[in-house]
């Protein structure tokens, strides 16, 4: 009997992991660095707090709408060129044989076998193979807008969240720093995972946005400072 297996890639999350690892970066790091720079102005506890659940709900309706808008246009490039690629397989059926052969005889094929490929495959899902060869569009890569909206709607709140409970947590003194330290913690566990789930180096993974996010937190902190001594 033969088992049947199939292969589990890391291409098929690569689309919701893109939006979730972004959402999440940016709800915390943002948020974070906008508690700090009303915190190192003097604002007030209530201040601060209020300030952050603003930044939440802007941030998050903001990736929402930027996210959709670059997904759909991305989508709609992909449906006109299929659009583009169905009237041409209607107008032209032997040529896009012809067509897709020679995609596959710079693949490294032989002119025959390219032929007897390009024939069987377009008498199964004429469009999709030339969809995935010639235009490399497939349905695991595909654009999801809606999807891709959502996912970093919510990835950014629920990374926003982190240095929120931080603020509600800190005492007004202490709020620098343990808002500093906790956002910090986050960046770098999420910089890890990311990594992780993506194949790539964990330390890495987790330096580079520790890096980056102490330098924006820092800044937004020394804007903040500066404003609230004059």
Same mark, same amino acid.
């Given at each position: 009997?033969?088992?049947?297996?199939?292969?589990?890639?890391?291409?098929?999350?690569?689309?919701?992991?893109?939006?979730?690892?972004?959402?999440?970066?940016?709800?915390? &790091?943002?948020?974070?660095?906008?508690?700090?720079?009303?915190?190192?102005?003097?604002?007030?506890?209530?201040?601060?707090?209020?300030?952050?659940?603003?930044? /939440?709900?802007?941030?998050?309706?903001?990736?929402?709408?930027?996210?959709?808008? %670059?997904?759909?246009?991305?989508?709609?490039?992909?449906?006109?060129?299929?659009?583009?690629?169905?009237?041409?397989?209607?107008?032209?059926?032997?040529?896009?044989?012809?067509?897709?052969?020679?995609?596959?005889?710079?693949?490294?094929?032989?002119?025959?076998?390219?032929?007897?490929?390009?024939?069987?495959?377009?008498?199964?899902?004429?469009?999709?193979?030339?969809?995935?060869?010639? /235009?490399?569009?497939?349905?695991?890569?595909?654009?999801?807008?809606?999807?891709?909206? $959502?996912?970093?709607?919510?990835? $950014?709140?629920?990374?926003?969240?982190?240095? #929120?409970?931080?603020?509600?947590?800190?005492?007004? %003194?202490?709020?620098?720093?343990?808002?500093?330290?906790?956002? &910090?913690? $986050? /960046?770098? #566990?999420?910089?890890? &995972?990311?990594?992780?789930?993506?194949?790539?180096?964990?330390?890495?993974?987790? #330096?580079?946005?520790?890096?980056?996010?102490?330098?924006?937190?820092?800044?937004?902190?020394?804007?903040?400072?500066?404003?609230?001594?004059?």
């Amino acid at each position: 009997m033969t088992v049947r297996h199939r292969e589990r890639h890391r291409t098929d999350r690569i689309g919701w992991l893109r939006a979730a690892v972004l959402g999440a970066n940016d709800g915390i &790091l943002s948020t974070a660095s906008l508690v700090l720079g009303v915190a190192a102005a003097h604002g007030t506890h209530a201040s601060v707090m209020v300030a952050g659940i603003a930044g /939440l709900v802007a941030g998050a309706m903001s990736m929402a709408a930027g996210e959709y808008v %670059s997904v759909r246009s991305q989508a709609d490039s992909e449906e006109a060129a299929l659009d583009m690629e169905r009237a041409e397989l209607a107008a032209d059926d032997k040529a896009e044989h012809k067509e897709l052969a020679a995609i596959y005889v710079q693949r490294g094929l032989d002119a025959a076998l390219a032929k007897q490929v390009a024939e069987q495959l377009m008498a199964h899902d004429a469009l999709g193979a030339h969809a995935r060869d010639e /235009l490399g569009i497939s349905e695991t890569l595909g654009a999801r807008p809606i999807q891709a909206a $959502f996912t970093s709607a919510a990835s $950014f709140a629920v990374g926003a969240a982190m240095p #929120l409970l931080a603020v509600a947590m800190a005492a007004e %003194s202490s709020m620098i720093p343990v808002v500093s330290g906790i956002s &910090l913690v $986050f /960046l770098a #566990l999420l910089g890890g &995972l990311a990594a992780r789930v993506g194949g790539a180096d964990m330390t890495k993974g987790a #330096l580079r946005v520790t890096f980056w996010g102490a330098l924006a937190m820092g800044l937004t902190a020394g804007v903040g400072a500066l404003f609230g001594t004059a």
